[in-house]
C-alpha cells in the first residue's frame, strides 16, 4: 500500500507535532507552569501515526497514561490538548481529564487512562458494539509492555477471539515497564507470542519505522474487518525519555539511550526514507517543522490567557441531567 | 392489569421488554445464555444461576451473550460497549465478585462522563445478586451496595418486591448513568403482583409503603419486609404506629422522604443488611442527625449486621440477618 505525497506530509506533520508537543510540555513542567503527572510519548511516534492513519473518526482507540501521541494521531485539536493540560475551561475535557485522561470522543478518542490495562476491555467493548451494530468500524486498543500482564488484557484477548471482534491491540514494547526493564518480568522475547493462546493472529513490527507500523497495521486492520477477529501488533519501541517528566533516569544506561535516539528516531528514519525516495522535499518538512512550532506557541499562549473553570463546575458531569 | 409473578420472573420480564424496546439493550454475564442448543434439539438453557434470565436467548440470540468467567473482562468491555452507542445490561453472578471487577466500575464507568467533559455517557446496568439468606456463606452473601453507593458516578439501587424489581430495572436500563441494580437475596424468591406492560419507578424516590406516625423504620431491599413484620408486632403489642420508608435508590438518595417522615415522627431506626462500618445505616444516622436534629425525640438507631463475614450455618446465618426481634428492640430501646 503506497502513500501519495499528501498522506505522507500528514503522517510527517502529526508525528512532528507529536514530538514537539511532547518536549514543549517537557519545558512547560520544568519552568512550573503545568503541574500533575506527565508521561510522554516522545519516540514512539511511528506508533500512533502508523496506526491511527488507518482509522477514522468512527473507529474508537482507548490509550494509556502516555497518551498524548495518540490523541494526535487520532486528530484530536492541540489548542484543546494544551487548554486542558493548563487545567483550563476552554479544555477538551473542560479541564477536569487532565494528562492521563484526555479524551475526545468526536474524534472516536475515548480516553487517555491512568490505570494500566484498562483500557484494553474497553476498546473490546467498542468492537463488541461495532460488531453488534454492524457498523463496520474497528476499535484500537493501545497499550505497553507492562498492560500485557495484567488480567483485563488476557481476559479481553480470549473474550475479543472468541466472539471474532473487530479489534486491534497494539502492544507498544518500550522495553520498561515504569522503570523496570521487560525482560525482567516477562519470560517470553516477544509479547506477540501471547496470542496464540488464544487462536488469534499477531504480528511484529519495528516501532521506529512508521512504514513497518503502517504495513502492519493495514494487514492487521484487513484481518479485523474482513470479520476474522482481533489481532495483537506487537510494536518494538523505545521511550526516549524517562517514564514521566522528572524521572532521574538512574535505571538505564546513558549509552543506550542514546543509541536509541541517535540511530532509530522515528522521526529522522521516516525523513530519510521519504527524502532518498524522492517522495518529499526538504523544504516541505522544514515548512511543517515551522507550522507545527507556530501552532503549539499559538496553543500555549491561548491557553495561558484561557480562563480556569468555574467552580460551579466542581460537580457538573458527574450524572447525567439533573442528577444529584 | 397484574398478575402474581416471582422477583425473578418480573426482572426476566424486565429484560424482555427493554430489549424489544430498543435493539441497542444486550445482556451479558457469566451463564447468563447458560448454555443449551438453541438450534431445537431439545437441550434447554440454564438462564443463569438461579434461572432468572432463562428464555431471553430465544428470543435474542444475537444480544444474550455467554461471557467467559472473566469478571474484569466482562465488566470493562460492558463499559466499552455502553460508551459507544450499545446499553448494556452485565450480570455479576453474585456482588461479591465486585473484588475481581471493580476497576471497571471504580474508574471507568463511573468517571468517564466527568473525565471526558460531560462528552461520555455509560448507560451500563450491572445486575448483581446481593446479600444473605441461601446459606451460601462469606463469599457469596455480602450487600456491597455500600461500596457502589459510595463511588461518585454510579448509581446504586435495591429493589424490595418484584413489582418495584421490574418498575426500577426498567428505569436502570434507561438510565444515561451506570446503575448497580441489586437482587438480594431475602426476596428473590419473593411472589408478588406486578403491572403488566412497560413501566418505570424512577431512581431516587423512596416509597412510603405504610402510615404510622410514631417511628420511622427504614428499610430497602430485603429490610423492608422485617420492617413491616416489626410494624405489625409494634402495632399490636405496644401500640406503636410506625411509617416504613422503602428507599428503593440508595445513591441518588431520597433525602426529603428521609427528613418528612422523620419530622412527623421524631424516631427512626435504620434497618440495613449490611455490616456496620460505613454502611447506608450509618450515612442516613448522619444526616438524620445532621439535617433532622430538630426533630429528633430519641436517639437514632441503626440495626445491621454484625462486623463480620456472613456465616454458613444456619443458626449463625439467621442470626447474622437482621430480624424483626431486633428492629422492635431497637424501637423499645428508644423509650
Known sequence: ?324 | MSRILTFGAAINEAIYIAMKSDPSVILMGEDVAGGGNRDGDGIDEMGGVLGTTKGLVKHFPDRVLDTPISEMGLMGTGVGAAATGMRPIVELMFMDFLGTCLDPLLNQASKLRYMLGGKARIPLTVRTVSGAGMQAAAQHSQSLYWITTGIPGLKTVIPSNPADAKGLLLAAIRDDDPVIFCEPKLVLGSKGEVPEGDYEIPIGKANLVREGGDVTLIGFGGTVSICLKAAKQLAAEDGIEADVLDLRSLQPLDEEAILATLSRTGRVVIVDESTPRCSIATDIAALCVDRGFDFLEAPVKRVTAPHGPVPFSRPLEQAYIPSAASVIAAVRAQG
Open chain 1, 1 to 324: 500500500m503506497d502513500l501519495n505525497r499528501d498522506q505522507l506530509l500528514v503522517a510527517y506533520r502529526k508525528m512532528r507535532t507529536i514530538r514537539s508537543f511532547e518536549e514543549k510540555l517537557g519545558e512547560l513542567v520544568a519552568a512550573g507552569k503545568m503541574g500533575g503527572f506527565m508521561h510522554l510519548y516522545t519516540g514512539e511516534e511511528a506508533v500512533a501515526v502508523g496506526v491511527c492513519a488507518h482509522l477514522s473518526d468512527d473507529d474508537i482507540v482507548t490509550s494509556t497514561h502516555r497518551g498524548h501521541g495518540h490523541c494526535i494521531a487520532k486528530g484530536v485539536d492541540v489548542a484543546g490538548m494544551m487548554a486542558e493540560l493548563f487545567g483550563r475551561a476552554t479544555g477538551i475535557c473542560k479541564g477536569k481529564g487532565g494528562s492521563m485522561h484526555i479524551a475526545d470522543l468526536d474524534r472516536g478518542m475515548l480516553g487517555a487512562n491512568g490505570i494500566v490495562g484498562a483500557g484494553i476491555p474497553l476498546a473490546t467493548g467498542a468492537g463488541l458494539s461495532a460488531k453488534l451494530r454492524r457498523t463496520g468500524h474497528v476499535a484500537v486498543a493501545f497499550f505497553g509492555d507492562g498492560a500485557s500482564n495484567q488480567g483485563s488484557f488476557h481476559e479481553s484477548l480470549n473474550m475479543a477471539a472468541n466472539w471474532k471482534l473487530p479489534v486491534l491491540y497494539v502492544v507498544e514494547n518500550n522495553g520498561f515497564g515504569e522503570f523496570t526493564p521487560t525482560e525482567f518480568v516477562i519470560p517470553v522475547k516477544d509479547i506477540a507470542v501471547r496470542a496464540t493462546s488464544y487462536g488469534m493472529k499477531s504480528l511484529i513490527a519495528d516501532g521506529m519505522d512508521f512504514f513497518d507500523v503502517f504495513e502492519k497495521t493495514d494487514e492487521a486492520l484487513d484481518h479485523c474487518r474482513r470479520g476474522e477477529g482481533p489481532v495483537l501488533l506487537e510494536c518494538k519501541t523505545y521511550r526516549f525519555g524517562g517514564h514521566f517528566v522528572g524521572d532521574p533516569l538512574v535505571y538505564r544506561s546513558k549509552e543506550e539511550a542514546e543509541d536509541w535516539i541517535q540511530n532509530h528516531d522515528p522521526l529522522d528514519g521516516f525523513e530519510n526514507h521519504v527524502i532518498e525516495a524522492g517522495l518529499v522535499d526538504t523544504d516541505d518538512l522544514r515548512r511543517i517543522d515551522h507550522e507545527v512550532r507556530e501552532i503549539l506557541e499559538a496553543a500555549v499562549t491561548a491557553a495561558e490567557a484561557a480562563p480556569f473553570p468555574d467552580l460551579s463546575e466542581l460537580t457538573t458531569d458527574v450524572y447525567g441531567e439533573a442528577t444529584r
